[in-house]
């Protein structure tokens, strides 16, 4: 086969990273080749075996595609009928199965979902023309995957010869809490410098293994363990093009590569010893399990282990707020400081959400690089230990106990455990593990508190509290002075650390700063309601991603979607589709304005495995517009339920006009219907306060105010809290 160009992606930012792990690769092709760093990637020119090759040995490639046509698309039609001028027979057979992604940025064309669906169209209609057969479409294993990327409607039209993205190696399938992908590991332990060379003069150290993929990424390297070798499916295996015996060489010789047994010290550790468990299995999948040491130790205690070399430690520190100076996780920077310093002539790379904390490690700080780690921007950055060390001087004590002397703080004790002691019985009978547990009871403490359980260790429980702001008569000093009496009473009565509890001041909201950031980037933490899991953030928001108060509303709409479709307008993060989902709904698609909330909407389908592109739609669009332009933006309408829950308020820049929900919702609630079935139903639902539903509304559709039945136990103390109807054609 002739010479072809191809496309390699990696995590954004490392394409220099990527770059001289490729020409590393290439290095083992005898034929000539070229390999260049260009925008967004890395572009390969050579044999079959280089693309190969990529696939197999590169550990921080995402994709590689293989380029067969670019063309102009500034419209719909010219899309189809440049794909439908290919010669398909090529490719693929009318017996194979398809798949088509794409992605756009300033294109005429806007809908990818729309455009992807063009390229099928011309792909399949192709096989029509000629053989009267069409190839089938499968999301989850197709013969071929075939990518559409459009820019400035330039477009170019690829063979996906990786298939599912290269970082799923296929040994995690457990994972604890929200973890790095592979590839991004593989090029931070690239970054820090751990390789084949430095392992002989170095350990790896992980202090916050969790499911374990630096460890075991690190152990791959040292084995030299390709880590494509055990992946059992690549999107050229069917490919009509595939080299078989070519690639079976490659395999053999990847697998003769293989050090068995490598002079090499790998430790991962976590306090969780669920975390652990999940590693060891984690590990032993990947083949490496006897190279990695784990032990259940807590970073103060890091400095008890005992290593042959000085490390290279890695790691990924749990994320959250910062609570008070000395609190929360500030406490958990300062003892990594302390322990890290134990290890002279260490090296010590951090991926942090919580870069502001970092100067409390009291290490030189050698380099820093901005990262994402899936929807959280991050910094990675790196120190080093020098050889001579002094102690870090001892972190200072906690705050003292609430004194016995204070009544406010002995009452809201009293109150706290009182609550906790009824709805925790409730909680047990009905499977809740998320609730409110406190709702500004008592006047002088004026704060909601939430509790949410870990999904994947019941044991971890965290708590949100959220103050509401104090009335001007209230002295500042004393407002402040209360905050901190009521942290300590929480963290007492429940018998958690300090980096369990979130605190936030909750105002009133005006305008967009209703969903805007009240501080950094913080932990994606999984939780369950249900048979859903489901992503919360509890620092970077006044409101955590999950409106509890909704809970029985979602459960509601998970029982009756049982092969129907719904609209999830002003969707948020889409917990509400994420049960539809789980309820058997035919199609949802869920829009929202916020490409942040869409993102994390994703990644909630992703934890509860719902990825299919053809029945999970994502419409990033303001949901005013797409309302009176339904058509548009690909609506037809016919949906068997909609779930309309709009900002009470937003004059957000991005929208076509300012919302007010009492002055809007008729329209909104018209606009709605029209897409509705003819048996369809609308849930609509509000919190805003004093809101009266139009009397309009109720002459134009049968109107049912549920209220009532969706206010949960936890927020009986606050019914008011949300208003919901069920609305439905005469």
């Known amino acids: 086969m002739t010479d072809r160009r191809y496309f390699v992606t990696g995590p954004k930012g490392f394409e220099t990273a990527l770059h001289h792990e490729l020409r590393d690769i290439a290095a083992a092709v005898t034929n000539p080749h070229k390999v260049k760093k260009v925008y967004g990637g890395v572009e390969l020119e050579g044999s079959l075996e280089l693309a190969y090759r990529a696939c197999l040995h590169s550990r921080i490639a995402n994709r590689v ?5 670019s063309f102009k698309a500034d419209s719909e039609e010219a899309l189809y009928q440049e794909v439908l001028a290919i010669d398909w027979s090529e490719h693929l057979s009318d017996h194979h199965s398809l798949a088509v992604s794409a992605t756009l940025s300033r294109s005429t064309i806007d809908h990818s979902h729309y455009a992807a669906l063009k390229v099928k169209d011309a792909i399949v209609d192709w096989f029509r023309n000629r053989s009267g057969g069409r190839p089938v479409i499968d999301k989850e294993r197709p013969d071929l995957r075939v990518h559409l990327n459009i820019h ?41 410098g751990w390789n084949r060379e430095s392992m002989c003069k170095h350990s ?53 590569a293989i050090d068995e047994h490598p002079d090499v010290e790998i430790v991962g550790c976590d306090h969780s010893k669920a975390a652990l468990r999940i590693a060891r299995d984690n590990a032993l999948r990947a083949g ?30 749990p994320y959250g707020e910062r609570l008070q100076a000395e609190e929360g996780l500030a ?36 380099r820093k690089k901005a990262v994402n780690n899936g929807p959280i921007a991050c910094l990675f950055a790196s120190f080093r230990v020098e050889a001579n060390a002094p102690a870090v001087a001892p972190a200072p004590q906690a705050a003292p106990a609430i004194r016995s002397d204070d009544p406010e ?40 508190l939430d509790r949410y359980e870990s999904a994947l260790d019941p044991e971890i429980v965290c708590y949100h509290l959220q ?28 018998g958690i650390d300090e980096s369990r509890l979130f605190v936030k001041q909750r105002r009133r909201q005006k305008g967009s700063s209703q969903y805007q950031k009240q501080d950094r980037q913080g932990e994606l933490f999984l939780v369950r309601e249900g048979p859903a899991r489901l992503l919360v953030n509890l620092s970077d928001y006044l409101d955590t991603g999950l409106f509890l108060d909704h809970r029985p509303t979602r459960a509601m709409i998970r029982e009756q979607m049982a092969g ?149 136990e936890d927020f009986k103390r606050r019914p008011k809290i949300h208003q919901c109807w069920e609305i439905r054609p005469h």
């Not at 040994?171 to 690239?190: I, S, T, V, W």
Request: net charge positive; glycine share 4%.
């Open 65 to 69: 595609y293989l380029p067969i046509k």
């Open 564 to 712: 129907k479709s719904l609209l999830n307008l002003f969707c948020y993060t889409a917990s509400v589709s994420v049960q539809a989902a789980l309820g058997g709904a035919s199609r949802i698609v869920s829009a929202d304005l916020s490409a942040t909330y869409l993102n994390w909407a994703r990644e909630n389908f992703a934890a509860n495995d719902l990825e299919d592109d053809e029945r999970y739609e994502f419409l990033q669009q303001d949901c005013l517009e797409l309302l009176k332009k339904p058509r548009r933006y690909g609506l037809q309408g016919g949906f068997d339920m909609i779930f309309l829950d709009p900002p009470s308020f937003s004059n957000s820049k991005r929208m076509s006009e300012v919302l007010d929900i009492q002055r809007d919702h008729e329209t909104l609630v018209r606009q709605a219907m029209t897409l509705l079935a003819r048996d369809g139903l609308l849930y609509f639902s509000t919190n805003r306060r004093g809101f009266r539903l139009s009397p309009e509304l109720e002459k134009a559709y049968s109107v049912r105010d549920i209220t009532r039945q969706t206010i949960p």
């Open 288 to 317: 490496v399990e006897s190279l990695i040491r784990f032990e259940s130790i807590a970073v103060a205690d890091l400095p008890k282990l005992k290593l042959r070399r000085p490390p290279i430690i890695i790691g990924n520190p």
């Open 409 to 448: 703080a002995a009452a809201l004790r009293n109150r706290l455990q009182k609550n906790e002691r009824h709805l925790s019985r409730w909680a047990r009978r009905n499977d809740v593990t998320c609730y409110r547990v406190y709702d500004a009871d008592l006047p002088e403490f004026a704060f909601a």
């Open 204 to 256: 790896l150290l992980d202090p916050f293994t969790g499911s374990g993929t630096f460890v075991i990424e690190g152990a791959m390297i040292a084995a030299n363990i390709a880590p494509g070798l055990d992946r059992e499916h690549f999107g050229f295996l069917r490919w009509k093009q595939h080299d078989a015996a070519l690639w079976q060489r490659l395999l053999t010789e990847a697998e003769a």
């Open 331 to 366: 406490r958990l920077y300062t003892q990594m400081g302390q322990a890290f310093g134990a290890f002279p002539g260490a090296s010590v790379h951090l991926i942090s959400a919580n870069p502001d904390l970092l100067h409390r490690l009291r290490l030189p700080r050698e």
């Open 152 to 192: 400035k409607n330039r477009a170019s039209l690829s063979i996906d010869l990786s298939g599912q993205p290269l970082h799923r190696r296929g040994y995690r399938l457990q994972h604890a809490g929200a973890p790095l992908k592979e590839n991004l590991a593989a090029a931070l332990l690239a970054t820090a």
């Open 467 to 494: 103050e509401y702001q104090a009335p001007k008569t209230i002295d500042a000093e004393i407002a402040e002075d209360r905050l901190r009496r009521a942290q300590r009473v929480v963290c007492e009565v429940f």
